[in-house]
């Protein structure tokens, strides 16, 4: 602990560098996914390509992902830039599955009803398919959320500082607790980002709980 | 001359294919500790998720620990052992950081692979007298198949990428050339290893996709209408 205290400034900004480099990917994969895995459910011609895409995307280990970017896209190896795109490859990859089945969980005859009580196609998607996909579609943020916040630490091995530089840096000096305090925040960045979306699902989809709620009555 | 055609020279470059650090002995020690790490795991994580998905007991903890290892990091955790257990235990340690790592997506498999399993058919496979390890050999062990590699695909892609990483604890592997070759600026280097690097990861998987799909028990592909007709068509 005497470590911890003694080290709280570094601490805190490479807390605040981790949380801002993980939640660009987060952001980015939702907005980027959701569109994605709605196009692979509407589609059935597209679900096959869509998925075998990301599926692959998804199995290119992280050291190599870090090293092919910069050589596809011409830019540095050791820029930050470079750590966001890849983790956005992993979080639209493990997204757009997500997202395709929550589309796909959606019993038809909700939206069948919705076209005969009058909406439009696009009026129909924001107002009852979107919200009535939300809950699924949480769970899988919350999946991308924390294996971003993990995967960031690998970034420190291009030169990107996050909470991985206590685990070099702690290597190299043979220090136990700093790598251990680097372990430790990238668990407490990733419960505090799963807090908050549980949060914000709270927020913006009450139903889910109500139904959550009505499910527990039912089988108790 | 781009980036990617310097990795293209560096990677059909004959000095690399001979001697003590060429890709060929870096590939079979990456094999090599991905294949310790995933036995290893095997052994410890079938027979505990087929424990739990059998008695039923414990599935919380499976969802508890399968979601809390997500957000453990890896390259971290290698570390932390590393010098807990004293830099001359390095491949204990690394290998022990890989099993932990390979662990919850393999008990998720046998878990989930039991679990999905109709309560019929267990019942009906008590009814007629089986006793509990028939059961779990003869009904749950087959059925579960599909699942339990599903979750060894899991755990063999996690495993493969964190081998990458071992060469920082100075065990070698592909990922070797990676974390040397980046101070040096050695691009041709780097991204020509990750090159052969995405290669293994994509063969592995694919390897263990179609072992996925032969894991498939006769019975129960024999009794889909589609894949009947399918042959009839064919």
């Known amino acids: 602990m005497d470590w911890f205290f003694d080290n709280i400034g570094l601490v805190l900004s490479l807390s605040l560098d981790h949380i801002r480099l993980s939640a660009i990917p987060i952001v980015v994969s939702f907005f980027v996914a959701v569109p994605l895995g709605w196009v692979a459910h509407r589609y059935a011609w597209s679900k096959p390509l869509v998925l075998t895409t990301v599926g692959l995307l998804y199995t290119i280990p992280s050291l190599a992902l870090f090293m092919l970017i910069p050589a596809l896209l011409g830019i540095s190896v050791l820029s930050e830039i470079n750590v966001v795109i890849a983790l956005s490859v992993y979080a639209v990859a493990i997204m757009v599955r997500t997202a395709a089945d929550a589309f796909a969980s959606i019993d038809p005859a909700f939206l069948r009803s919705a076209t005969a009580l009058g909406y439009s196609e696009s009026g129909r998607h924001y107002a009852v398919e979107l919200p009535l996909a939300g809950p699924v579609l949480l769970a899988g943020i919350r999946v991308v959320s924390v294996s971003t916040v993990s995967l960031v630490t690998v970034g420190v091995l291009v030169g990107v500082p996050s909470l991985g530089f206590f685990f070099t840096d702690g290597f190299q000096r043979r220090i136990i607790p700093e790598v251990m305090t680097g372990v430790v925040m990238t668990l407490v960045i990733a419960l505090l980002f799963d807090l908050l979306l549980v949060l914000a699902g709270r927020l913006i989809l009450p139903w889910a709980r109500i139904a959550e709620r009505e499910h527990k009555q039912a089988i108790s | ?234």
């Not at chain 2, 055609?5 to 560096?10: S, V």
């Not at chain 2, 919380?60 to 620990?65: A, E, N, P, R, T």
């Not at chain 2, 052969?196 to 072992?211: K, N, Q, R």
């Open chain 2, 1 to 234: 001359m781009s980036l990617l055609a310097q990795a293209w020279q560096w990677l059909i470059d004959a000095q690399q294919y001979s001697g003590d650090g060429s890709i060929p002995i870096r590939l079979l020690e990456h094999l090599c500790f991905t294949f310790a790490a995933l036995g290893l795991a095997t052994l410890i994580a079938i027979p505990l998720g087929y424990f739990i998905g059998h008695t039923g007991r414990g599935a919380l903890w499976v969802v508890g620990i399968t979601g809390a290892a997500r957000a453990l990091p890896s390259f971290g955790l290698m570390l932390l052992l590393v010098l807990v257990l004293g830099v001359s235990a390095r491949l204990w340690a690394a290998i022990l950081a890989l099993v932990i790592l390979a662990i919850p997506p393999l008990i998720a498999g046998a878990y989930a692979g039991i679990q999905q399993i109709p309560r019929a058919t267990i019942d009906a496979a008590r009814a007629q007298g089986m006793t509990e390890w028939q059961i779990l050999f003869h009904v749950e062990v087959p059925l579960s198949m599909p699942l339990v590699f599903g979750g060894l695909r899991g755990a063999t892609l996690q495993v493969v990428a964190t081998v990458t990483l071992v060469a920082y604890v100075g065990l070698g592997g592909l990922g070797y050339e990676i974390i040397q070759g980046i101070p040096l600026r050695r691009f041709d280097q780097t991204i020509g290893t990750a090159i052969v690097i995405v290669a293994l990861a994509l063969v592995l998987d694919a390897l263990l996709a179609f072992a996925t799909k032969l894991s498939v028990p006769k019975g129960v592909s024999a009794g889909r209408l589609a894949d009947v007709r399918a042959k009839d068509a064919g």
